[in-house]
DNA sequence: TTATAAAGGTTAAACGTTTTATCAAAGTGG
DNA sequence: CCACTTTGATAAAACGTTTAACCTTTATAA
């Protein structure tokens, strides 16, 4: 590999030359600029990115840990990271903590995930790296995973209680109370709601979000129609045959993910109730699934790339030490409306 | 951060010993060891990746480069690299193309994936990797994709024509025929074949492992029934309608993936046509959608994990100048049996 | 006793950059 | 003709490691 010395030599000329040319910074002669540059392409040089970040001490690298890289929305994510990563000449060194196939859980608490991370976080405490994006596929309370250190963190997809942690997600609540409302919208009143696991943060912020439409709307909301799912597909389909097997059965049904949904269209089918004519179904997160279910899936689509752009780019600005407005980003949901309402 | 100075100042002794003991290699005293070990500790001492790659000429990275992390198989293609190359000390410096959404065609050919690489490869060896995974997401040539260098690239989910290239994909051929094959072995004959693009790799080796098939049994295959779809959701359903409303129907169809597969299903649905009674269906990819069909699809589950596992296997071996019994790796993919045949 | 080896260190150069201080030569104004 | 500025370049230190070569001191063998 070319490095700037031996260019220097074919250029007959110092060092520092050659790399002021090259970062045209310095006084340099026009004729001497060409030559050098010339010689530089030839030898198809690129900087020894090593020396350059030890010499400055700016690695212009930044860490990405993320729980499960195989799971549907993570890879979105770290898309958005690394387009913007990419137009500020940033690299992304990436850590897969894979935490579904290590501990068999699919969703481990955070001490465990903080045993797992720890490893990752000192090479990347080596690596030079200057800021670290964690993300959490599985919105939860992440406070202190990473050790407190001088390098920023911000964490993504993901809830943190110490307000002083960044982070980045998108708005449960908003995102609930607007599906809600956009049915209610419709003329529809009687809408059943299944949830995900009761204690995960986005239950309850959506399920608030949920109830705060009635609220808004002053029409009364029906507690036997809220049930809980696992956000797992069958148990969409059980809670959806539970709901559409009562005697005062809902007319749309809210399901918190869109493989909840496809389990209430299965069940649906099953009873020869038709969707959209005699029920209306609503998703969440517009999963690839969703576009392929008959009827296709209306349904909340999460702002993935968003969350992952708005990410680094508030790391960045940590890094640089800009003026931060809010350590708590929330990005709004869109309604994606297909055939099922 | 600390440094092998400090933790030298601290200790009373010189860096070189402070380096010895922490990479423990030369002869240093019990004493001096243990008080170096407790001060880095105390420290949270981590090595300078930098300082050191540039001294040793490692980086201990390796260089992904993916034409589009949000596809479906390469986040799993990353993850199997990811792991291995974890346990292996290296690290993973990625780099996301993103074909789809910046030129806006879903199949980019070669030369223009070519032209967007070519920045991304001057940033990874301006990074020292050691070698480079291109993930090409769309099976396809790839010859010469990178420009030609010392640093060794391993070519992975996509075709290369140049035998000296690197490569490691599944067996398209092999797949087709066990799939087919096993259709036979149910006793069922009348198979009809939803292929994907004509002028694909995949297609047409595929192909070939259908026929195959039908010759190693020693029965025909019926021309008709073999018709061509574009590897999407309509396209399953409109063949599958072609296929299915014909006097001599098949009583199986083989889809080159499970999206048209999950058309095909629908197609059938809506000819009162029973899956699997009267007809069964085999897709192709084992993609998240197969196991939400009704009913569930049986289908070839491509080995990514592995895919990308003996990626950065080969890689390695490759850097390390180990002997390489075959250039080109095609990986098994395996059938799993679910409900629709 | 003396030569040799082993144990336990240290010194200093090197990796490829960046950057400050310095310098020579040429140009400019009075 | 002198003082000063500008232009175009260089030398050398520094970033945090590794490592070959060297240097003491003590133990061992003859």
New interface residues.
């Given amino acids: 590999?070319a490095n700037l010395k031996k260019i220097a030599q074919k250029a007959n000329v110092s060092v520092a030359t050659v790399s002021n040319v090259l970062n045209n910074r310095g006084r340099v002669g026009e004729e001497t600029k060409k030559k050098i540059l010339r010689i530089a392409e030839d030898f198809n040089y690129?900087?020894?990115?090593?020396?350059k970040?030890?010499k400055m001490n700016k690695?212009q690298?930044i860490g990405v840990i993320v729980e499960d890289?195989?799971v549907?929305n993570?890879?979105?994510i770290?898309?958005g990271i690394?387009?913007f990563a990419?137009d500020h000449g940033y690299?992304?060194?990436?850590?897969?903590l894979?935490m579904k196939?290590k501990t068999g859980v699919q969703y481990p608490d955070t001490e465990i995930c903080k045993q797992e991370a720890a490893p990752m976080f000192?090479?990347l405490?080596?690596?030079?790296v200057e800021g670290i994006i964690y993300i959490g596929i599985h919105s939860r309370d992440v406070k202190g995973i990473l050790p407190d250190s001088s390098i920023p963190v911000v964490y993504t997809y993901c809830d943190t209680s110490n307000p002083k942690d960044l982070s980045v997600n998108y708005n449960d609540f908003s995102a609930a109370f607007y599906a809600t409302d956009y049915l209610i919208e419709q003329g529809i009143k009687d809408i059943g709601l299944i949830t995900g696991f009761k204690n995960s943060e986005s239950t309850m912020e959506r399920l608030k979000g949920f109830k705060k439409a009635f609220k808004e709307s002053e029409i009364e909301w029906n507690p036997e129609w809220i049930t809980n799912g696992d956000w797992e597909?069958n148990s969409g389909y059980h809670q959806g045959l539970v709901l559409l097997q009562k005697n005062n059965k809902p007319r749309a049904i809210l399901a918190m993910n869109d493989?909840m949904a496809?389990g209430v269209i299965?069940a649906a089918?099953e009873l020869g109730i038709n969707v959209p004519g005699d029920l209306s179904v609503i998703g969440f997160d517009n999963?690839?699934?969703s576009?392929?279910l008959?009827p296709k899936l209306t349904t909340m689509s999460l702002p993935l790339n968003e969350i992952g752009q708005q990410s680094i780019k508030l790391l960045i600005k940590k890094i640089r030490g800009e003026k931060i407005l809010s350590n708590k980003i929330r990005l709004n949901c869109k309604l994606v409306k297909r055939e099922s309402v």
Avoid: C, H, W
């Fill in positions: 590999m690129a900087p020894n990115r090593m020396a970040s030890l690695s690298t890289l195989s549907f993570a890879p979105e770290i898309d690394n387009s990419e690299s992304i060194l990436l850590m897969n894979r196939k000192k090479v405490l080596a690596s030079q597909f493989l496809g299965k089918n999963r690839e699934i576009q392929y008959t």
